[in-house]
């Protein structure tokens, strides 16, 4: 079964660029799922399928996945990026729904 | 423009049952996603619970799974939880969501969430 493992915290300097890591065993074989989430609000999704965007969300938001880590790359940081990012796959064996453990996003 | 609300009590004393309803708007429960139920402890993060295909079909949390029931109302267009054997840990803002609907088989549209607490 997986466990997705995300660093508790990443600070960034508004302008630069933040990577946010995934990782687990072979992750590259599942699709990785990102949500940002706001206080107050409910996640939402910024990309899905390892680097797809949805409707609306900005091109500074990206994926990736390789090996044993998926990341999600924001580019040009701004003050609104500030939030919780969840990494998320489909865990095929199990049948369930698994979640990282999240990464506060901090813009210095 | 599909949306979901949660609804149900926000107080259930300890050993009792947890019982939620999430009502869908702007989509018929019908289509081939799933329905799916999140949680999140104050300061913590996500914890899936489950989720139910309008087929009937679910699948559920291992760590909940002899607790949690997941089922679809097709004529009411909505579907629910139940969460027996309570505890303080239960406490959370739980969330509905569908899975799969718009963006893979992400959780690409939630309920704004509804806080249950478990105490006497």
């Known amino acids: 079964s997986s466990v997705l493992t995300q660093p508790p915290s990443v600070s960034v300097a508004p302008g630069n660029t933040a990577r946010l890591t995934c990782g687990t065993s072979n992750i590259r074989l599942k699709s990785v799922h990102w949500y940002q989430q706001k206080p107050g609000q409910a996640p939402a999704v910024v990309v899905f399928?390892?680097?797809d965007r949805p409707f609306g969300i900005p091109e500074r938001f990206s994926g990736s996945n390789s090996g044993s880590t998926a990341t999600l790359t924001i580019s040009s940081v701004e003050g609104g990026d500030e939030a919780d990012y969840y990494c998320?796959?489909?865990?095929?064996?199990?049948?369930?729904?698994?979640f990282g453990g999240g990464t506060t996003l901090t813009v210095l | 423009q599909v949306q979901l609300q949660e609804s149900g009590p926000g107080l259930v004393k300890p050993s009792g049952t947890l019982s939620l309803t999430c009502a869908v708007s702007g989509d018929s429960i019908s289509r081939n996603n799933w329905w799916s139920w999140v949680r999140q402890t104050p300061g913590k993060g996500l914890e899936w619970i489950g989720e139910?295909?309008?087929?009937?079909?679910?699948n559920h949390n291992p760590s909940l799974q002899s607790r949690v029931t997941i089922s679809v109302d097709k004529s009411k267009n909505q579907f629910s939880l139940n969460l027996n054997s309570v505890t303080a840990a239960d406490t959370a803002l739980y969330y509905c969501?569908?899975?799969?609907?718009?963006?893979?088989?992400?959780?690409?549209?939630w309920g704004r969430g509804t806080t249950v607490t478990v105490s006497s």
């Open positions: 969501a569908s899975r799969g609907r718009f963006y893979g088989w992400t959780l690409d549209v």
């Open positions: 139910v295909h309008h087929s009937g079909t679910s």
């Open positions: 998320q796959v489909w865990d095929s064996t199990g049948q369930r729904v698994v």
């Open positions: 399928n390892d680097n």
